[in-house]
């Protein structure tokens, strides 16, 4: 089946510097990913959607300059969440849509923030 | 604005006991509803989609059933184990675009 990996699965870092999340489907390309937010015993929230080659749109609410998202090849998608503070803490989880138009997304592990 | 509510938010069972998740949605103009498992700290893994044409969909244990009209969709499992404790999770999906709206989970604890 199809795989999607992140990297990492957990990071803690210092409020204020900035941390990269990296999304990959490992085998199959995906023209759109999409990042989600989840916070303890809550349901995933999207953040963004990110279109290869184009600009990424984002949800209502989620600013755009504290979460850089790229999208730079059919296979990877990195979001970057600038100057981090401890309200950023959460679990990160990015999903694929394979090319072509299959029905369903294919979810990464998550990778769990920490903020400090 | 599509909005999924699931209930119940958790549920402690015994062993082998038949049990029903419930979703549902409230913009019936959805391309698909999929059910999804969640361990904790994990991703999400995929148990059924159901497109918008279908009434249900079955998977060895799993049944999930979908009723656009009232807007509801339920996930079946029968004879219940304790690997199937998790958080249960269903998502609509309103346009081809596959962007998914999610509900807020059950969290199922089966009991040995």
């Known amino acids: 089946g199809a795989v999607v990996s992140q990297h990492p699965s957990r990071v803690i870092c210092k409020s204020g510097t900035s941390v990269k999340i990296e999304c990959r489907s490992l085998d199959f390309q995906a023209t759109t990913m999409f990042w989600y937010r989840q916070f303890p015993k809550q349901s995933l929230m999207l953040m963004a959607t990110s279109n290869e080659g184009s600009k990424a749109t984002y949800e209502q609410g989620v600013e755009k300059d504290k979460f850089l998202i790229n999208h730079a090849s059919l296979t990877l998608s990195t979001l970057t969440v600038t100057s981090a503070h401890p309200e950023d803490s959460s679990f990160y989880i990015c999903?694929?849509?394979?090319?072509?138009?299959?029905?369903?997304?294919?979810f990464g592990p998550g990778t769990r923030l920490l903020v400090l | 604005k599509q909005e999924v509510t699931q209930i119940p938010a958790a549920l402690s069972v015994p062993e082998g006991e038949n049990l029903v998740l419930n979703c549902s949605f409230t913009?019936?103009?959805?391309?698909?509803l999929q059910w999804f498992r969640q361990d904790p700290g994990k991703g999400l893994t995929s148990l059924l989609l159901?497109?918008?044409?279908?009434r249900e969909q079955t998977s060895g244990r799993l049944n999930a059933s979908l009723d656009k009209s009232s807007g509801r969709s339920t996930l079946y499992i029968a004879a219940s184990q304790p690997g199937d404790s998790a958080t249960y999770l269903c998502a609509a999906s309103n346009n081809a675009g596959n962007m998914l709206t999610f509900g807020g989970g059950t969290r199922l604890m089966v009991k040995p």
């Open positions: 159901i497109q918008s044409s279908q």
């Open positions: 999903s694929a849509d394979p090319a072509g138009g299959q029905e369903t997304q294919y």
């Open positions: 913009d019936s103009a959805i391309y698909n």
